[in-house]
């Protein structure tokens, strides 16, 4: 409990003696079975992964203890990422614990206040790039190649590393691998990284087979589903709002080797997951993380036989890094009342309690 991935995987990943032991925490995050999705999409068994859990609030945790724990080792005492808003909380977050001083940056007035609050918070140096978030990251490269910090965007290995931890997980709680695992893609590390999970398990005899990988980006950023990349990629789920993502050949060799997919949902479609998730399930995400149960929704609607699959929908970040969002959604206020019981019952309108029962 609250050992940490590299304590708890260190035998899987690329640690030594010489690795700090990092941790916030991270990782062993519950696996919570649906109670009304998994009826309405037929499945055997839905299960939601809720890397919400983590420290700084999405699964970006995994792979940055990782990559921040190996960047003390090799010396540096700055790391840099680019960021849609998780990377750098999360950069931001252990850059603290290790005492290292971090630096992202962010495409300019398009970061969560939640996620920016956390940089802010923890400490990072922050710099708002007037483009998209792939000229920020091509930024990034360039500065992690000829200057002297580290570079934790998830084109750094350890970052892969790390978060394969979570395909682990799952299987280590379901005793053996889903059949199909639904997951939301931006710059497609963590579908690249759940795939080597999963393989890796398999190849170590530690599951039988390896899930079918179903990938979803949000339709006005769907670069891999189209098969080009997208110059101004749109949508409410900033998290996936990316272009180019770094990470496509992964991607494409995830889906190719599980014989899985890679499609797109509308924000439509992700409103909709969202709010069925919230208001049925007691599951709070953010948008980016809803694409992969709009996903689920959208592969039953197309007539998808699931009676007897063990489906895993990764639900990639909390609800709490976009309030604005969550907020517009309910499209609701507060109802007003003087403070006295009174005017709060008849507001209420509650029937009274039945003597006896
Ligand atoms: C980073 C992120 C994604 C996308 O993951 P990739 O590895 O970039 O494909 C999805 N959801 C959330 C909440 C994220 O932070």
């Given at each position: 409990m609250g050992a940490g991935v590299i304590?708890?995987?260190?035998?899987?990943?690329?640690?030594?003696?010489?690795?700090?032991?990092?941790?916030?925490?991270?990782?062993?995050?519950?696996?919570?079975?649906?109670?009304?999705?998994?009826?309405?999409?037929?499945?055997?068994?839905l299960f939601f992964k809720l890397e919400g859990c983590n420290p700084s609030g999405?699964?970006?945790?995994?792979?940055?203890?990782?990559?921040?724990?190996?960047?003390?080792?090799?010396?540096?005492?700055?790391?840099?990422?680019?960021?849609?808003?998780?990377?750098?909380?999360s950069a931001a977050a252990y850059a603290a614990a290790a005492g290292l001083r971090s630096i992202v940056l962010v495409p300019d007035g398009a970061v969560t206040q939640g996620k920016l609050s956390q940089a802010m918070a923890y400490g990072a140096r922050i710099?708002?790039?007037?483009?998209?978030?792939?000229?920020?990251?091509?930024?990034?490269?360039?500065?992690?190649?000829?200057?002297?910090?580290?570079?934790?965007?998830?084109?750094?290995?350890?970052?892969?590393?790390?978060?394969?931890?979570?395909?682990?997980e799952i299987v280590d709680a379901l005793g053996e691998a889903p059949d199909l695992l639904f997951i939301p893609v931006g710059n497609a590390g963590n579908i690249t990284a759940y795939w080597r999970g999963f393989t890796e398990y398999r190849d170590a005899g530690l599951t039988g087979a390896a899930p079918r990988m179903m990938g979803?980006?949000?339709e006005g950023a769907a670069p891999i589903a189209l098969g080009r990349p997208v110059s101004d990629p749109q949508t409410i789920a900033s998290a996936i709002r990316i272009g180019n993502p770094a990470s496509w050949r992964g991607a494409e060799q995830a889906r190719d080797e599980s014989g899985g997919a890679i499609d797109a949902v509308s924000d439509d479609e992700i409103i909709d997951a969202f709010k069925r998730l919230a208001r049925t399930e007691g599951v709070f995400c953010e948008p980016a993380s809803a694409a992969s149960v709009a996903g689920l929704i959208k592969t039953a609607?197309?007539?998808?036989?699931?009676?007897?699959?063990?489906?895993?929908?990764?639900?990639?970040?909390?609800?709490?890094k976009d309030p604005t969002f969550a907020i517009q959604m309910a499209?609701?206020?507060?109802?007003?009342?003087?403070?006295?019981?009174?005017?709060?019952?008849?507001?209420?309108?509650?029937?009274?309690?039945?003597?006896?029962?």
């Open positions: 304590e708890r995987y260190a035998h899987w990943l690329p640690v030594g003696p010489g690795t700090p032991p990092l941790t916030l925490g991270e990782g062993d995050t519950p696996l919570v079975r649906s109670k009304v999705i998994e009826r309405e999409v037929g499945a055997g068994r999405s699964f970006k945790d995994r792979g940055m203890v990782v990559a921040v724990a190996k960047a003390m080792e090799a010396g540096y005492d700055t790391v840099l990422c680019a960021s849609t808003g998780n990377t750098s909380a710099v708002a790039v007037k483009g998209a978030f792939d000229e920020a990251l091509a930024i990034a490269r360039r500065l992690g190649d000829g200057y002297a910090v580290a570079l934790v965007n998830s084109v750094n290995p350890h970052r892969i590393a790390g978060q394969k931890t979570a395909a682990f979803f980006e949000a609607k197309g007539g998808a036989d699931l009676s007897g699959a063990t489906v895993v929908c990764v639900l990639t970040g909390t609800g709490l499209g609701v206020e507060a109802e007003q009342s003087d403070a006295d019981l009174e005017s709060v019952a008849s507001l209420l309108r509650l029937p009274q309690k039945v003597a006896g029962a």
